[in-house]
Antibody, heavy 120, light 110 residues
Framework: EVQLVESGGGLVQPGGSLRLSCTASGFTFSSYWMHWVRQAPGKGLVWVSRINRDGFSIGYADSVKGRFTISRDSAKNTLYLQMNSLRTEDTALYYC?????????????WGQGILVTVSS | QSALTQPPSASGSPGQSVTISCTGTSSDVGGYDFVSWYQQHPGKAPKLLIYEVRKRPSGVPDRFSGSKSANTASLAVSGLQAEDEADYYCYSYAGSNKFVFGTGTKVTVL
């Protein structure tokens, strides 16, 4: 059974940093592109970032580029999102997601999400 | 990187059909056959319903179907059931390693 479990969320002050982790199991982690998607309370889904199988092809939404860094460790089956210079508008539930098997086709598996709250 | 445009709401009676539109540009929806659709119930993670415009993952009923014309993609739900009441989002590849979601549509089963 495919499982994605996010961790590392919490309350942080504006300007602070946080690192999210997503531990994967039930599939060959190194064979799939991985994504982060966020959802502010009561709002819609927003794509945040994507990383390819070997970690060398990466994309970011304009709203987080230069502040967030996605990475992966295939030895630990773990996806990361380092979030720096956090703003109140970054407050959201952050999901990690795995693609369906083709890089741009869709997100088949999702974690349950981890809440990040940016507030003073 | 603007969100794709969806109607805020749609509704139908049990057994009826509802269609949700998703309008983008030639840089996203119109430029690639990489449109997917997601269903999200309150407090739950999204679920993939349709990928590559019209393909269904294993286990998704054929009541859900997708299509695309120019810069607009559509999701049709036929034979509406109570459990179809949820939020629905479209999602498209936008080139240059970027993606974009739609604004979301709340479907109500009357």
């Amino acid at each position: 059974e495919v499982q994605l479990v996010e961790s590392g969320g919490g309350l942080v002050q504006p300007g602070g940093s946080l690192r999210l982790s997503c531990t994967a199991s039930g599939f060959t982690f190194s064979s799939y592109w991985m994504h982060w998607v966020r959802q502010a309370p009561g709002k819609g889904l927003v794509w945040v970032s994507r990383i390819n199988r070997d970690g060398f092809s990466i994309g970011y939404a304009d709203s987080v580029k230069g502040r967030f860094t996605i990475s992966r460790d295939s030895a630990k089956n773990t996806l990361y999102l380092q979030m720096n210079s956090l703003r109140t508008e970054d407050t959201a539930l952050y999901y990690c997601a795995r693609d369906i098997g083709t890089a741009e086709s869709g997100l088949l598996y999702w974690g349950q999400g981890i809440l990040v709250t940016v507030s003073s | 990187q603007s969100a794709l445009t969806q109607p805020p709401s749609a509704s139908g009676s049990p057994g009826q059909s509802v269609t949700i539109s998703c309008t983008g540009t030639s840089s996203d929806v119109g430029g690639y056959d990489f449109v997917s659709w997601y269903q999200q119930h309150p407090g739950k993670a999204p679920k993939l319903l349709i990928y590559e415009v019209r393909k269904r993952p294993s286990g998704v009923p054929d009541r859900f179907s997708g299509s695309k014309s120019a810069n607009t993609a559509s999701l049709a739900v036929s034979g509406l059931q109570a459990e179809d009441e949820a939020d629905y989002y479209c999602y498209s590849y936008a080139g240059s390693n970027k993606f974009v979601f739609g604004t979301g549509t709340k479907v109500t089963v009357l």
